[in-house]
């Protein structure tokens, strides 16, 4: 799986994109089964079906960002919620220099709080930057997957995120998923003590559901209410092309 845009500055230049995408992952555990980047990775292949489907610049991702509650485990590294601001504030500056006015931030880690702040003052004189996916557009990808677990209790390398990797990279996902289900409960004080308070393997939900069907119909729903977003920042959302739908799982 190549998690890395190809495109030439010639190719660039001749489509002119108004919106860029930025892919923001982790770098965190994700229990025995996934690998520490599988937040980035899952934002990678989002943001690249995304590019596939619209006339946006898909960006590199940012692979490190806010996994604090994760830093009991060995090999997740974090960076600070004030650092990942100023990147995504770098590469907004950037890319206006280059006439790209719109920011897409597609979030691949429920841990990135700060993000939802990023996009809210950068809106203040008008819309240029989303957040995607929303809550709203899981939910409604969850269903389109027929997914069985809910998002509390899928919270952290559970169904949607297997399922996604199983559909689009599952050379990332190793033996024994099926049997690393775990309930972490209704974890009240996650923010004060982290996810070692509510699970030892590292899983907050149920990965034995997943399936790479189900991953390919979630993802397609989320390129789908991409086109969402594009309108709420003033852009065409015409959608996805015939060729496109003609690809979609029924």
């Known amino acids: 799986m190549n998690l890395l845009p190809t495109a030439t500055s010639t190719d660039v230049e001749e489509q002119q994109p108004r919106v860029a995408v930025l892919p923001i992952g982790s770098f965190e555990q994700h229990g025995r089964c996934l690998p520490l980047i599988t937040d980035t990775a899952i934002a990678c292949i989002i943001a690249r079906e995304i590019a596939d489907a619209y006339p946006v610049h898909l960006l590199p991702p940012v692979t490190m960002s806010c996994s604090h509650e994760h830093g009991s485990w060995p090999g997740t590294v974090s960076i600070s919620a004030k650092t990942l601001f100023a990147v995504i504030e770098d590469i907004r500056a950037s890319l206006a220099r280059s006439d790209i006015e719109k920011l897409v ?79 972490g409960g209704a974890r009240r004080f996650l923010l004060t003590l982290g996810m070692g308070a509510y699970t030892d393997s590292g899983v907050i939900g149920y990965p034995s559901h997943a399936t790479a069907a189900k991953g390919e119909a979630v993802l397609a729903s989320l390129t789908d209410t991409f086109a969402e977003h594009l309108k709420a920042l003033g852009e065409p959302s015409a959608g996805l092309s015939p060729a496109r739908l003609s690809e979609r799982p029924a």
């Open 105 to 183: 931030i597609v979030n691949g880690h429920g841990g990135n709080y700060v993000l939802s702040n990023v996009v809210q003052e950068a809106n203040v004189d008008g819309p240029c930057m989303s957040l995607f996916p929303l809550s709203s557009d899981w939910e409604r990808a969850r269903q389109h997957g027929g997914l069985v677990s809910d998002r509390h209790g899928d919270m952290h390398a559970g169904e949607v995120e297997t399922s996604l990797l199983l559909h689009a990279a599952p050379e990332l996902v190793r033996p024994g998923y099926e049997n690393a289900d775990h309930d």
